[in-house]
């Protein structure tokens, strides 16, 4: 009630303008945008080198580019996917734009920290990018940097694993500032237990960023070390062994991919009440699931390995460990599916984004059962089968979770609406497109075509073939989204209330765009649970 | 899927039809099931939704039971991948070795080959060296690989099922020729592998040094008809002059013995202008004095 007169009629970007307004502002709504321009800038410029790749695979033999330039097009699509895209992704845009806004408070717990991490994000990507101009090029070691190729190949691995080490600070300040806003500004009545799934999913993601990603900043510091001191670390022809990279590598490089993916949880598990109209089922444990995944997640890393050399226990170990990691996804998937059971669905855009999403994620991870266990694993360890496996869960996962979010809060940050008939257009193509890119390497992997290969044998040229063409269909669907995502924001007329979907979570209660301190009147909480359709309260215009 | 051609093929596959089938299963249970959710309670069909906050029998059931297929699941991969772990004892023992970007096959009797020719249904077992980075042997046909990790001494064992060529590929991301490093399993009966065995393997009239530049896959980065691949060619190197760059600073250099010698044994010395460092490792425990003089001596004939 005290903010009414306040903030009567402004919107987050009326006040202050002009460019300094948005790279200095502390305010989480700009700074997440922010995150998303910069992290669409990036993608874009990742997808352009993937299509390349995949340009290049589309016959045997040369197509477009020398295998040098072919190897450091993987590396470097691999490090920005990675670093610049999909692990900031839901997080840094989505979970700084609306984590405080569905607490009910007015920003994160530090603001400027929040900054400090956007300009981090950015001198990492920077060196990260400044690879391309000078010296022997980008780096052509994989996104994995694995050595004692890493320490003697002469492009610039150097300045590649600085930047992905200055990249884990804001991974890790984002991580932090989460925590603390969870735990310290929920809004008066929200127990841990009434927050909703998204701050339940950051607050399982903040724990494993700010405690795994220092492992990663410093065995990427020592790459540097090795390379630029000779000091003996991980090759072995100055005393170094490369098994010991491989460890410390993956037991950051594992739990991140519960960094990238447990976000994405929590989207769907917004997007479905919604799109339902009724409580999400089993939120205890999906909530309780988030933490399981991040707990076990820590000690599966040896799976990466498995044709390392390791004893037969560690393999047996690791292997187990990995099943196990496979339970509480499951039981997130089962829940998912419950709550579509005697809802009142409305099929719009962002419910398509989740449900290909649970159908994508559930073949990225019976792929996923398939390399855990150790006899397959042994056939299609380091094949196509492993790229095609982790773009169903990143890309298929993750990615699609992302768009779904960009539909879905689209609306709100903005004030506006996309046209409904092109996204789902859009979304068709774009889902065909995805699994005509990645089954065929399945295929191909399981016909036994190993990754990272700038050419191949005649046998593998047909799924290869069908993957370049789906990369074309992808390409397109992708286009159409983003165009009409971004034609909606110059076209719409629509005048858009505060809550287009009937949404119930917070921030469906202030206007769109929510105002400078988020919300011109107190937030109402529904009675039992973030989830109480039948306790709605009422929302005036 | 391609043949499968060795004892633990079979094992590899089951388990991976195991693991498959109840997946599939699983994956076009579940679809069905949400797509038909989608239509039955549509907006339209359902107006009104009903809450449903949960099951905690449900939640039992597909805790348990996702477990108890997971296990079933781990058994079997643990099952079929458990041969592996130990070799018989009356296994043949071959080294293979990977360098940049070569398999190269070293038999008990010292012979060395650039393919593996093996006998059919005899246990076999690699012991896997690297000279320089990590490389993984591969074969397919075989379902097995194991990393070459330098400094390591990794190893499988198989016994052939099938008589045939079978391809070998490395699988372990290892530099700029990665995708070409390729070689072969060629499976004979016994009586055919014995007599391989027996032959001395054809001497031909090649020149000593050519033979020690193929064994230790010094052609696959240096070309001899002029051509640039990694490294500079030879064809026409002795006597050459060319500008190298040595501890940071340029200068004019012979190639003479001395500097073939030093090139062998401190690749990274002196680099000539337009190529990479720190490609090539020191061969120096490698080829001894009297083999860099036969290289030497072919290489003053390749003009």
């Not at chain 1, 691999?78 to 839901?90: E, N, R, T, W």
């Not at chain 1, 984004?353 to 398939?370: D, E, H, K, N, R």
């Not at chain 1, 042994?378 to 993750?398: A, C, K, P, R």
């Not at chain 2, 060795?6 to 089938?21: M, P, Q």
Request: net charge neutral; proline share 5%.
């Amino acid at each position: 009630m005290y903010m009414t007169t306040l903030v009567a009629n402004t919107n987050f970007f009326q006040g202050k303008k002009g460019l300094f307004s948005w790279i200095f502002s502390v305010d989480h709504k700009r700074i997440g945008l922010l995150y998303l321009y910069s992290l669409m800038t990036f993608f874009i410029v990742g997808v352009t080198l993937g299509l390349l790749m995949r340009y290049e695979l589309l016959n045997p033999g040369k197509d477009l580019v020398e295998a040098k330039t072919y190897n450091q097009l993987f590396t470097l699509h691999g490090v920005i996917m990675i670093f610049l895209f999909i692990i900031p992704s839901i997080p840094a845009v989505f979970g700084n734009f609306f984590l405080p806004i569905m607490l009910g408070t007015d920003d994160v717990s530090f603001p400027r920290l929040n900054l400090l991490s956007w300009w981090i994000y950015i001198l990492g990507a920077i060196m990260a990018l400044s690879t391309l101009v000078y010296g022997d090029g980008p780096a052509d070691t994989g996104w994995t940097f694995y050595a004692p190729y890493s320490v003697r190949t002469g492009t610039n691995v150097s300045m590649a694993v600085l930047a992905a080490f200055v990249l884990g600070f804001s991974s890790i300040l984002t991580g932090l500032n989460f925590i603390v806003t969870i735990h310290r500004l929920r809004t008066p009545g929200m127990s841990f237990l009434k927050m909703p799934l998204f701050a339940w999913a950051l607050y399982a993601t903040s724990w494993i960023q700010v405690l795994a990603t220092p492992i990663i900043g410093i065995t990427l510091l020592m790459i540097a070390a090795e390379r630029m001191l000779g000091v003996g670390l991980f090759d072995p022809s100055i005393g170094g062994d490369p098994i010991l990279y491989q460890h410390l590598f993956w037991i950051y490089s594992h739990p991140a991919v519960y960094i990238m993916a447990l976000p994405a949880f929590g989207i769907i598990s917004e997007i479905l009440p919604t799109f339902t109209q009724r409580t999400i089922f089993g939120y205890k444990a999906i909530a309780f699931s988030s933490l399981a995944i991040a707990f076990v997640g820590y000690f599966i890393w040896g799976h990466h390995m498995f044709t390392s050399g390791m004893s037969g226990t560690a393999r047996f170990i690791f292997s187990m460990l990995t099943f196990l990691v496979a339970i509480p996804t499951a039981i997130k998937v089962f829940n998912w599916v419950a709550t579509l059971y005697k809802g009142s669905i409305n099929v719009q855009p962002p419910l398509l984004y989740a449900l290909a999403f649970i159908f994508q994620f559930m073949i990225g991870g019976f792929t996923g059962l398939i390399l855990g266990a150790l006899a397959t694993d042994i056939h299609l360890h380091d094949t196509h089968f492993v790229v095609g496996h982790f773009h169903y869960v990143m890309f298929g996962g993750t990615g699609f979770a992302f768009f779904g979010a960009l539909h879905y809060w689209y609306p709100k940050i903005w004030g506006k609406m996309y046209n409904v008939k092109v996204a789902n257009v859009a979304f068709t193509i774009f889902f065909i497109g995805f699994n005509m890119l990645y089954f065929p390497m399945l295929i191909v992997g399981l016909m036994g075509m190993p990754r990272r290969y700038y050419d191949y044998l005649p046998e593998f040229h047909l799924p290869n073939m069908i993957s370049t063409y789906g990369s074309w269909v992808l390409a397109t669907g992708l286009l159409l989204m983003l165009g009409n995502l971004i034609s909606g924001f110059y076209t719409s007329k629509r005048k858009i209330g505060r809550n287009p979907w009937n949404g119930i979570t917070l921030e469906w209660q202030t206007t769109s765009p929510p105002p400078l301190q988020n919300f011109d009147r107190m937030p109402v909480l529904p009675k039992n649970g973030p989830y109480d359709y039948e306790n709605k309260p009422s929302i005036k215009e | 899927m391609r043949t499968s051609a060795s004892t633990f093929a079979e094992g590899v596959d089951f388990s991976l039809y195991v693991i498959t089938g109840i997946s599939v299963f699983f994956l076009i249970g579940i679809t069905v099931v949400m797509v038909y959710f989608v239509f039955r309670y549509s907006k339209k069909r359902n107006p009104v939704p009903t809450n449903i906050e949960g099951s905690n029998t449900l939640e039992v059931l597909w805790t348990v039971i996702p477990v108890l297929l997971v296990m079933v699941m781990f058994y079997f991969g643990w099952m079929g991948y458990k041969p592996l772990l130990k070799a018989p004892d009356d296994a043949i023992v071959i080294d293979a070795y990977g360098q940049m970007w070569k398999f190269s096959f070293e038999y008990p009797d010292g012979r060395l080959t650039d393919s593996l020719v093996v006998p059919f249904g005899k246990p076999v077992k690699i012991n896997l060296h690297s000279r320089d980075v990590l490389h993984s042997f591969f074969i397919p046909a075989f379902r097995m690989k194991e990393d070459m990790v330098p400094g390591k001494n990794n190893f499988l064992w198989f016994e052939a099922t099938q008589e045939g060529r079978f391809d070998i590929l490395c699988a372990e991301y290892c530099g700029q020729l990665h995708s070409y490093m390729l070689s072969s399993v060629t499976v004979l009966s016994e009586a055919d592998y014995l007599h391989w065995l027996a032959n001395v393997p054809n001497i031909s009239d090649e020149h000593p040094g050519l033979s020690l530049l193929k064994q230790n896959a010094c052609l696959t980065c240096h070309s001899q008809d002029g051509s640039k691949i990694i490294g500079p060619s030879f064809k026409g190197i002795f006597g050459r002059t060319e500008i190298v760059e040595t501890d940071g600073l340029e200068r004019e250099i012979l190639i003479d013995e001395e500097y073939i010698a030093r090139s062998i044994k401190q690749p990274n010395a002196d680099i000539v202008q337009g190529y990479m460092k720190g490609l090539m490792v020191s061969y120096e425990t490698v080829l001894s004095d009297d083999q860099i003089a036969e290289i030497t001596d072919y290489l003053k004939k390749l003009k």
